[in-house]
């Protein structure tokens, strides 16, 4: 958990709340934007993994030994208990039940802690084990279906993010619980989303994750190619690598926001800083806690300390050859996808000019 960008041009880390552009380039209109998508037509999803996959010890190890994202959490909670006094708390997707035992200890006066997945079991037993069960009650039920013993809260909490912020849809049951629940002038935790882009020159490894199929221990696998650059690589990108400012292309007020704003276009101009290739577009995000008596956020920059989230990188089909002070701009659309929900249907438009090229290419991708 940091406050600030180091060696970024960040608006945001100057105190300037970031700019996020509509797009009026054709074909991105949100409603229409996938209708002819290439590949992404004939993808078949797995069966909904979802909570099955939060039922393992596995993930929850890894959430909680990521420092940034739960050392973020508690300060944010234990560290403002003027926040949490007497209050009324809800968290969505509880888990291990971490963030409840955080709001006990900065004196909630009742924790609702919901989860559908078989670690709800586990929850009440470390709750129980930390002397809390008079102040933490554990519902094992989607947050849709739940029934909570009072008709409002005060606070919610949840640790909803996913890859690219919006992977797994989890957002949209933290807002129904705040159409429901939330009463007027509570506080959702955190309270502010932003998702960010920027290029970087990646030569060496999309070589090893491309161009590996050309001859795979003497087998062509070429044909692979078009889906191994149709899904998004989640991974720790080297922040030397990237060779642009960074842009804002979704800044979200979780107090306001409507589950269908979640689908969203956006248009984005990136300028060079030096002379370089560009391979791929990257992308992190950040959340914010707003009501702290310091305001804190969670980055997964690629500036900052390594998180589970990594950053997700979109590769071109083309690489671009750019000079300092050109730029690269462009349009983004991300869709859930209708076969699976719970997986993101992205499209991307990028367009350079210089003394050497003039290219416009639109790539569809799928986060799944």
């Known amino acids: 958990m940091e406050k600030a960008h180091r060696g970024m041009d960040i608006e945001e880390s100057q105190g300037r709340k970031p700019q996020v552009l509509p797009t009026s380039e054709e074909g991105f209109d949100i409603a229409t934007c996938f209708e002819n998508r290439g590949a992404l037509d004939t993808y078949v999803p797995d069966a909904d993994y979802y909570f099955d996959s939060y039922s393992h010890f596995g993930i929850h190890e890894e959430m909680l030994k990521d420092k940034v994202r739960t050392e973020g959490y508690r300060k944010a909670i234990v560290d403002n208990v003027h926040l949490f006094k007497d209050k009324i708390v809800l968290d969505v997707g509880c888990g291990t039940g971490i963030l409840s035992i955080f709001a006990a200890k900065a004196g909630a006066k009742h924790v609702y802690a ?3 997945a078989n670690i709800a079991k586990h929850a009440q037993d470390i709750i129980r084990e930390n002397n809390l069960t008079e102040k933490i009650t554990v519902i094992k039920s989607k947050i849709e279906e739940a029934e909570l013993p009072v008709p409002k809260v005060d606070i919610i909490i949840s640790e909803w993010m996913g890859y690219f912020l919006l992977y797994e849809s989890m957002l949209d049951s933290i807002l129904f619980a705040r159409d429901k629940w939330l009463n007027e002038g509570g506080i959702m935790l955190p309270d502010r989303a932003t998702l960010w882009i920027a290029s970087i020159e990646d030569e060496e490894y999309k070589n090893k994750k491309i161009h590996f199929w050309d001859n795979v221990y003497g087998v062509k696998m070429s044909c692979i190619k078009k889906w191994a650059m149709f899904e998004p690589l989640v991974d720790n990108v080297d922040s030397q690598s990237i060779n642009s400012d960074s842009c804002c292309i979704l800044d979200i007020d979780l107090s306001k926001v409507k589950i269908e704003d979640l689908d969203f276009s956006a248009s984005y101009t990136l ?9 791929a577009i990257v992308s992190w995000f950040e959340v914010h806690f707003s009501h702290a008596h310091t305001p804190l956020r969670i980055s997964t920059s690629p500036y900052m300390k390594e998180t589970h989230w990594k950053q997700t990188t979109f590769y071109l089909n083309e690489v671009l050859k750019v000079f300092k002070n050109d730029q690269l701009h462009g349009s983004i659309a991300v869709k859930k996808s209708k076969k699976n ?7 991307i438009s990028y367009h350079t000019r210089n003394n050497i090229q003039d290219h416009h290419s639109v790539q569809f991708y799928k986060l799944c």
């Open 114 to 116: 919901v989860e559908n």
């Open 271 to 279: 300028n060079i800083k030096r002379k370089d290739s560009i391979h």
């Open 341 to 347: 929900p719970r997986e993101l249907d992205i499209k």
